[in-house]
DNA sequence: CCCGTCGTTATTTTT
DNA sequence: TAACGACGGG
């Protein structure tokens, strides 16, 4: 015991050790939450006795649960049986167990926001589908506010009677499908036990310990779910990082961590503010910024290596600058220091953001990836292949059915498919929903030609049923043996032969020269990632589920050497020794239209940015940004404004706006007074008033210039200017009528 | 059923 | 700007 706990700090060990109370662990950034909470579980189990079945733990991302258990395992193998999973996993097993008392079959699938999408313009047929898509986004808040259609307070997220209503018939259809939506995965449990006193009684029984992590990230439906299995006897401990809650847009709810010992009482709060990623000056930076937030809990970071390289403040005229700007840093460092691209990231507000840098990496030659933007899972060719295994594990997924049965097209209408749908809501009470069987006895009303197509449709899944039945000798193996696919073990079997004997594999090879290859490489892709499963009805279940609730798609740890070109959301979690932080300026980041607490999520957003850095970290803004085809002139975002320049340096001609508008947001005029009295330090002002930072020159031999540094000598203000040229030269502030001539010109 | 053209519309996205 | 969906002609 004494080595696994003898590496962690005082914080650290007491909250590894702390028992009995609700405790709120205040995580910063780089500060070893998961090391806490990993050893924690292990404790609990070799310490403390406690049985780990009896150990929930919750994370928000798959990547953390695995993280978890695996660290959690090498300290004690007996932490294998805590159950540790997502939310969302977690709801869903709870579902499958227990979903039947809310006459949920547990076979159901789970849709995703696309799925969602489709099913709501289905219910809205003359609306058009971005009317759709806002409603599944409005739909989807109101589960994370744990609000359902009756509920009054359904008011706050859509005031409109309409919405209600389509809320109160989406509800319905996805009912009758019997499937249900990410949402549905809390709200659901919440229900059952609020409805089923002898189910809470087991659930709170079985689980003595609750762990949650990443709290800040939790939404109110997922803290009403804590509270059901929440009882006094229950140790209940969350770690998260309220200065990093990021996903208000998608419900989170900071006032969560923030009001966490309000409702548990009597918790006990531990920090841990030892920050072992970053250096002084970078956190100097994080810090000094997210300080301007009202609504947070407060924690100060300690550097725990110590000093550094001062940040970088780079203003440029435009974004080509920009990603020219970036590609020369990494460039010139490597050749001046070596170390390697993957080193480097660069962070920006939105992904069309990444264009400009990837045209300039791709033109120099410099290795990059860019996270996120791939999204497998929402390909076409990869939607169709598990809308076909979806279909067969719930035949009333109308949606699954509308997507495949006529694709590639088999001659099947709007008409006929209208036909069976028809039926399929009239059938038996046995049947009803039901779409294999409405089929079929829609079959003879059809034409010949439909009869022909869906007979085909038909017969394909009933092949596809016998591959999952271990009793059967598989068929059709020249399908199986075509070049296209290769078919590999367990469920690979089923898509490789339900992909060609379908005709996607040849619809998608087809349908785009180009594309063709990509779409057919991806779907075998997708028949690896199955070659997991057994190839049975669970196995096929399991797949699907896996795949719902973790898109992460982990392809092998592109080992290569590149930069990273991410969203700044992405970066959460990760590290990288050289970060720079793109595009920050008015508008783009913090966007526009943002204030009060959505500014305030923006400035999280920045610290979660910066904090990221491990030994050197770069800020860039644009005087001019091209976005949807329009040119705007931007202003430096107002965070910057709020960086303490005695801590970073300053690179390209600062905006004479900059400089005036620093003394306005109450925290730097808090910092600028306490600079005052403080020497050889740089402030905005010198002490004679000659000179501001971004004040524009005159030199005669030197040119157009701009002051770019102030510090105060025993002979007065000292001035540093930048030249057009490029010269940089110092002079003391009382030359300045002599040979440095002040001159009223805007520094852009 | 396929293809071109026009008009619209742009965050962030663990699950 | 660019990408995607809707629509209409061949």
Redesign the pocket.
């Known amino acids: 015991m004494e080595n696994y706990l003898s590496v962690l700090n005082p914080e650290q060990r007491q909250a590894v050790l702390h028992w009995g109370n609700p405790l709120l662990i205040l995580a910063g950034a780089g500060s070893g939450k998961t090391r806490v909470i990993t050893t924690k579980i292990a404790y609990l189990v070799q310490e403390r006795g406690v049985d780990p079945r009896s150990i929930l733990a919750v994370t928000?991302?798959?990547?953390?649960a695995r993280e978890m258990a695996e660290r959690a395992q090498v300290i004690d193998g007996r932490a294998a049986d805590a159950m540790i999973r997502?939310?969302?996993?977690f709801g869903?097993w709870f579902l499958r167990r227990n979903g039947s008392l809310l006459g949920l079959d547990s076979n159901f699938v789970i849709y995703?926001?696309d799925d969602t999408v489709i099913l709501l313009a289905s219910l809205m047929p003359e609306k058009?589908?971005?009317e759709a898509a806002k409603a599944a986004?409005l739909i989807a808040r109101a589960k994370d506010y744990f609000l359902s259609p009756e509920d009054p307070e359904l008011d706050l997220i859509d005031h409109r009677p309409q919405f209600r209503k389509l809320y109160s018939q989406y509800e319905a259809k996805l009912r009758s499908i019997g499937n249900v939506d990410?949402?549905d995965?809390i709200k659901k449990p919440v229900e059952i036990l609020r409805t089923f006193p002898e189910v809470k009684k087991r659930f709170q029984e079985r689980f003595q310990v609750i762990l949650v992590d990443?709290y800040q990230?939790s939404n109110v439906a997922q803290f009403e779910l804590l509270k059901e299995l929440f009882t006094p006897e229950t140790y209940l401990c969350v770690v998260g990082d309220d200065d990093q809650s990021?996903?208000r847009?998608?419900?989170?709810e900071v006032r969560n961590i923030l009001e966490f010992p309000e409702r548990f009482a009597g918790t006990d709060i531990i920090r841990l503010e030892r920050n072992y990623r970053s250096t002084a000056p970078i956190l100097a930076v994080a810090g000094t910024v997210v300080d301007n937030n009202r609504g947070r809990l407060g924690k100060k970071l300690q550097a725990e290596r110590g000093d550094g390289k001062p940040p970088t403040l780079v203003f440029l005229p435009d974004q080509e600058t920009e990603a020219s700007f970036c590609a020369e840093l990494i460039q010139k460092s490597m050749q001046k220091q070596g170390g390697s691209y993957v080193d480097w990231a660069i962070l920006y507000?939105?992904?069309?953001?990444s264009?400009t840098f990837e045209t300039e990496f791709l033109r120099r030659h410099i290795p990059y990836k860019v996270v996120?933007s791939l999204?497998f899972y929402e390909r076409e060719e990869v939607k169709d292949a598990l809308a076909l295994l979806s279909f067969m594990v719930n035949p009333r997924d109308e949606i699954a059915f509308k997507r495949v049965v006529?694709k590639p097209?088999r001659?099947l209408?709007e008409a006929s498919v209208e036909k069976i749908l028809q039926e399929s809501a009239r059938g038996t009470a046995l049947q009803r929903g039901n779409l294999v069987a409405a089929s079929q006895s829609v079959l003879p009303e059809l034409s010949k030609k439909a009869q022909a197509g869906l007979k085909t449709f038909l017969s394909l899944l009933e092949q596809g049923t016998k591959l999952l039945n271990p009793e059967q000798p598989r068929p059709l193996a020249n399908i199986l043996s075509s070049n296209r696919l290769s078919a590999g073990d367990g469920l690979s079997v089923l898509i490789v032969y339900l992909i060609e004997a379908s005709g996607l594999a040849e619809y998608h090879a087809t349908e785009d020269e180009i594309a063709g290859t990509q779409r057919l490489s991806n779907l075998q892709e997708l028949a690896n990632a199955a070659s997991l499963y057994p190839a049975t009805a669970e196995g096929l279940a399991e797949f699907l589920e896996h795949i719902?609730?973790?898109?992460?798609m982990e392809s092998g740890e592109d080992s290569s050497d590149a930069v990273t070109l991410?969203?700044?959301?992405?970066t959460?979690?990760l590290e990288f020794r050289k970060v720079i932080i793109t595009g920050l300026e008015q508008g783009v980041f913090p966007?526009a239209?943002?204030e009060d607490e959505?500014l305030e999520?923006?400035r999280r957003?920045f610290y979660v940015g910066v904090t990221r850095a491990m030994d050197e970290l770069y800020l860039t803004t644009c005087a001019m940004r091209?976005m949807?085809?329009?040119t705007n002139m931007n202003q430096p975002s107002r965070f910057l404004l709020e960086v303490p320049l005695e801590s970073v340096k300053t690179l390209g001609t600062v905006p004479r706006t900059f400089v005036q508008r620093q003394p306005l947001g109450v925290a730097s005029a808090a910092r600028s007074a306490s600079i005052a009295g403080n020497r050889d330090r740089v402030s905005c002002t010198s002490s004679d008033g000659r000179w501001q930072l971004g004040s524009a020159l005159f030199h005669d031999d030197y040119g157009y210039g701009q002051v770019v540094g102030i510090s105060e000598g025993p002979e007065g203000p000292l001035i540093e200017a930048r030249f057009e040229t490029g010269k940089q030269v110092r002079f003391l502030s009382k030359y300045q009528s002599e040979r440095f001539m002040r001159i009223d010109r805007d520094g852009l």
């Open positions: 928000f991302t798959n990547k953390a997502t939310f969302h996993s869903a995703d926001d058009p589908r971005s986004h990410f949402g995965l990443e990230d990021i996903y847009f998608r419900g989170a507000r939105t992904n069309a953001q264009l996120g999204k006529n097209s001659g209408g719902e609730l973790d898109r992460s991410i969203t700044v959301h992405n959460k979690g966007r239209d943002k959505d999520e923006e957003l091209r949807y085809g329009r």
